[in-house]
């Protein structure tokens, strides 16, 4: 009869499985089909610190990561597979289930999970790799399993089982763990530590020999070793005096260069247990050479070459294996681990489009933002033509993404008030304006109002609002199909009045703290000398006053929104399932405006927070300057208006920025007693344009002429003009 393939394993599993000799404990492992040598595996996370610090934080992060199923390219929020993986059997929660499997997986090389048919459906259950043998068929390769538990044997089909393993190139039905291949130095670690014990109960002193002029006799001998033991063995008898008889005397045996090189190898073994699992030192809280920079980077080497490859792999056997016993076209996706690099996306975003590389919207979609849609939104930009002779060179990275290393913001001087946190100033705006008409003095203070904590700040109130529209989407969206009132008079209709729309209640806390944080830094950032006590109060007036007004607003206009769905629905007459559908999937509670509402509260507190430091400063003009991609016209007009008093709205009527909800534009101010010489009405000498009113003496530019003009003593002077193509 022929050899197959699966009687070809069949036969090299039935071989009597090699030995390896683990220490000199006398452990041994078998790598076989029987699986009895795993168990000291599955028990030897507590042998070394390092070695339980690399399983816990992986298996952790393994449990924590988040996971969506999609049924073709819809994304389920509901269904009996999902359920199962967040709650897999009654006594497991779905984090705990796969922490278990990620902790197997790491020491042993295996995960194993039963399918078994509960009271309440289908249960997940988690199999120690030890107890489980696998039983070889030559038609099928495997005929079945036993897990044994408790000193019973339980046969299992092999439809009821699903494992992932690591492949072992010694052994096709059997994974091979990192414990393992690191037994020698995880055993060395551990014996170095039992030395350090005993070290240390040993008065934390070099050994000594003490010598005797003749020869003791067995009992003289036994007697003096118990006396010495009472009175100096550990540390609670160090340092007691000693009293030697018959002529013995005392000798210290000093360190030798063996015991002065005890913590390089101990430092040499940890890392080698850290590179085994291939854990970066930051990710275990070592901090020898680690800076902010070195910490994202390892952030990511993490995520990428930790996590993910475990992830792809439990994503294989969920969609082979799980997935087909509760329909077709199902399949799981996980959440990547990799932290977002976003210093690359603004480069590629900004460099893709300055070079004509990406349409304005391709950009906009690289930094999260909505695409604008229409002939603008597929705007490409004609890239500036190389002298002659130069090949061009679109300065794009060819290097895979949220990989490299961002640079190092430069910190601040500490301030002098106690327990104020650092926060990093640098001085590179990520989006510079167009500021050929502004003097050093005015271009340094825009920059010092730009990114930094202030950045930080908006992405903590983005990620709170996407956060609370997410859970409120769902939740009404949920009510609509089950709890709202669905029928008056006999005539069709949902009511979501009764609703709990009460967000003040639910999320205000965390709204003024998110405000209270953005306004805070902006103070700070506009003025760092401001007493940071001061700062707080101001910030937590703001914050409240504004907190309130956001949740109200905010509310009101999903309320709003949602009551127009509804009402649309009924016209149409769509299911409730269609009306749930369209409520989650509305704008009004997507990430699209949980970015708007940061971007729109971060500029209004850079605005209001450096007017409120420019008036402690004692400062008395302002002054507008756009910035950013989306300038519309009436900051255009703000600008041209030029310095004005701290009183005065600019033309559009706002105070201080923003003027619209994606407005990127920044105020600027100064002590007018030091510019006192304006000129009460600037016009631009060809057009006539009105430029400003009251503005300090300096250089203004005509949008509808394109020149620059200054102003001052006499008749304007044009001092540049711009061709226009």
Avoid at 221 to 236: N, S, T
Avoid at 267 to 282: E, H, T, V, W, Y
Avoid at 465 to 477: C, H, K, V, Y
Avoid at 498 to 516: C, F, R, T
Wanted: proline share 6%; net charge neutral.
């Amino acid at each position: 009869m022929p050899l197959t393939l699966p009687r070809l394993f069949s036969r090299a599993a039935s071989r009597p499985p090699p030995q390896r000799a683990g220490s000199n404990t006398g452990l041994t492992f078998a790598s076989s089909v029987i699986g009895t040598g795993n168990a000291v595996l599955v028990n030897s996370m507590p042998a070394s610190g390092w070695l339980f610090g690399c399983v816990d934080r992986i298996a952790s992060s393994i449990a924590a990561t988040k996971w969506q199923l999609f049924s073709g390219e819809t994304q389920l929020k509901s269904h009996p597979l999902l359920t199962l993986w967040s709650k897999p059997n009654p006594y497991l929660t779905g984090f705990a289930f796969r922490e278990i499997g990620a902790q197997h997986f790491e020491l042993t090389g295996e995960t194993w999970w039963a399918l078994v048919k509960g009271l309440g459906g289908l249960e997940l259950w988690p199999m120690r790799p030890d107890r489980v043998r696998i039983l070889p068929d030559v038609a099928t390769f495997i005929k079945g399993y036993v897990y044994t538990i408790g000193g019973q044997d339980m046969p299992l089909e092999p439809r009821d089982v699903i494992s992932i393993m690591r492949p072992n190139p010694a052994d096709i039905y059997r994974g091979i763990g990192v414990v393992e291949a690191a037994l020698v130095e995880i055993e060395t670690d551990k014996a170095a530590s039992m030395w350090t014990r005993a070290f240390y109960r040993n008065s934390a002193e070099p050994g000594g020999v003490i010598e005797t002029p003749t020869r003791l006799s067995e009992t003289e001998f036994d007697e003096f070793k118990m006396r010495w033991r009472e009175l100096h063995q550990g540390v609670a008898n160090a340092h007691r005096v000693a009293l030697l008889e018959g002529g013995m005397e005392w000798k210290d045996v000093k360190f030798s260069q063996r015991d002065m090189q005890f913590v390089d190898w101990r430092k040499f073994n940890r890392d080698f247990i850290l590179g085994a699992f291939g854990m970066p030192q930051s990710a275990l809280g070592i901090s020898e050479t680690v800076n902010r920079a070195t910490a994202e980077a390892d952030a990511a080497v993490f995520g990428r070459w930790v996590l993910t490859p475990r992830l792809n792999r439990i994503q294989a056997v969920l969609n082979e294996m799980l997935c087909p016993l509760f329909g077709d076209n199902l399949r799981f996706e996980f959440e990547s681990p990799v932290p977002d690099d976003r210093v690359q996306d603004l480069a590629e975003a900004v460099q893709g489009y300055e070079a004509g590389a990406l349409t304005l919207d391709e950009s906009r979609i690289l930094l999260d933002q909505a695409p604008i849609g229409g002939t603008e939104g597929d705007e490409r930009k004609q890239p500036i033509a190389p002298p002659a002779g130069q090949p061009f060179n679109l300065s794009i990275s060819t290097e895979p993404r949220r990989t490299r290393t961002p640079p190092a913001l430069p910190e601040r001087k500490p301030r002098r008030a106690r327990g104020d946190p650092a926060l990093p100033a640098p001085k590179t705006p990520l989006v510079k304006a167009d500021d050929d008409d502004l003097t050093d003095e005015e271009r340094e203070e825009r920059d010092r109002l730009e990114g930094g904590p202030v950045a930080a700040a908006e992405r903590d109130i983005a990620r709170g609002w996407r956060d609370r529209l997410s859970t409120e989407g769902e939740a009404i969206a949920a009510y609509v199909l089950g709890d709202a009132p669905k029928s008056l008079n006999g005539r069709r209709k949902i009511d979501v009045s009764a609703y709990n729309w009460d967000w003040s209640a639910k999320y205000g806390a965390d709204v003024i703290d998110e405000l209270l944080k953005v306004f805070f830094e902006s103070m700070m950032r506009a003025e760092p000398s401001t007493e940071p006590a001061k700062a707080t109060l101001a910030a937590r007036a703001y914050a409240e006053a504004r907190g309130g007004a956001l949740i109200s607003n905010v509310t009101d206009t999903t309320r709003a929104r949602v009551n127009q769905i509804i009402h649309d629905g009924l016209e149409a007459g769509d299911s409730l399932g269609q009306m749930a559908k369209g409520i989650r999937d509305d704008y009004i509670f997507s990430r699209d405006r949980a970015r708007m509402v940061a971007r729109t509260e971060t500029a209004t507190a850079l605005g209001q927070g450096g007017k409120q430091a420019a008036q402690d400063q004692g400062r008395d003009q302002k002054r507008w300057v756009t910035q950013g991609s989306g300038v519309e016209e009436v900051c255009l007009g703000n600008e041209n208006a030029g310095w004005l008093r701290m009183n005065v709205a600019f033309p559009s009527g706002h105070d201080v920025v923003p003027a619209h909800p994606n407005c990127r534009c920044a105020c600027i101010f100064r002590t007018g007693a030091l510019h006192e010489e304006t000129v009460a009405r600037a016009e631009c000498p060809l057009c006539g344009k009105l430029l400003g009113k009251d503005v300090s003496k300096g250089t203004l530019r005509c949008r509808e002429c394109k020149i620059q003009v200054v102003f001052g003593k006499g008749e304007p002077v044009i001092v540049g003009t711009k061709t226009v193509p």
